[in-house]
């Protein structure tokens, strides 16, 4: 399957960049590029990529507002969030507007690379840093006493599913949680995807939030 993308980044050079090295990629597309946050989100109206490459400060509306606008108007497609600035503000930002990662521009080619796929793939990328932080800010907001027991999203997923979430909310990768649980990795993605359905989460980091949510994992 080739990865479709599109590049919204205010300046040209890096647009160019990006593209230079999307274009050697044999799975992977470039469909178009934006300026700003406003373009960004007519062409993904228009284009429907499958994934994003969203820069955050850009003039008019900013990619942390794209996000949140393009996530509505085509919600197939993924967002990675591109920023020089390793801040966690934007990185939340991010997250609560519906991103599925966060990378800085000084990444190498191949974690960008790498980062797409896992985002087409239905993967979130984030650094340990990152996911810590988010944890460590969902704890106030997190209910004491919850019983997972009796939390009717998680009566929807099987036994197995349910320590597939587990796993997920512990930041284990499809190859760790394979080994933890005995599982082939492709059984691993089976299991994913129905809970992805099931709970209607676009990816992982949902599904990070969702294991806290609900007292599954205690963010000790």
């Given at each position: 399957m080739t990865i479709?993308?599109?590049?919204?980044?205010?300046?040209a050079l890096l647009r160019m960049a990006f593209s230079t090295v999307l274009e050697a990629q044999p799975d992977m597309a470039p469909v178009g590029e934006a300026a700003d946050g406003a373009q960004a989100v007519r062409l993904a109206r228009e284009l429907?990529?499958?994934?994003?490459?969203?820069?955050?400060?850009?003039?008019?509306?900013?990619?942390?507002?794209a996000t949140e606008q393009l996530i509505t108007a085509s919600p197939q497609s993924r967002v990675l969030i591109l920023t020089t600035f390793d801040l966690d503000e934007y990185a939340f930002a991010g997250l609560n507007a519906g991103a599925s990662g966060f990378l800085?521009?000084?990444?190498?080619?191949?974690?960008?690379?790498?980062a797409i796929r896992n985002i087409?793939?239905?993967?979130?990328?984030?650094?340990?840093?990152?996911?810590?932080r988010l944890l460590e800010n969902l704890r106030p907001h997190i209910p004491d006493g919850r019983d997972p027991e009796?939390?009717?999203?998680?009566?929807?997923?099987?036994?197995?599913?349910?320590?597939v979430l587990v796993?997920?909310?512990?930041?284990?990768?499809?190859?760790?949680?394979a080994?933890?649980?005995?599982?082939?990795?492709?059984?691993?993605?089976?299991h994913l995807g129905r809970i992805f359905h099931k709970?209607?989460?676009?990816?992982?980091?949902?599904?990070?939030v969702l294991a806290y949510e609900t007292r599954l994992i205690h963010p000790t």
């Open positions: 479709r993308i599109l590049i919204a980044d205010d300046e429907r990529p499958d994934v994003v490459l969203m820069d955050v400060r850009m003039p008019g509306t900013d990619g942390i507002e800085l521009k000084n990444a190498r080619p191949e974690e960008l690379l790498t087409a793939a239905g993967d979130a990328v984030l650094s340990p840093r990152i996911t810590r009796h939390d009717e999203r998680l009566s929807r997923l099987s036994t197995r599913e349910r320590e796993q997920v909310g512990r930041g284990l990768s499809n190859t760790e949680i080994a933890t649980l005995y599982l082939a990795e492709a059984t691993v993605k089976s709970l209607e989460l676009r990816d992982r980091i949902q599904a990070v």
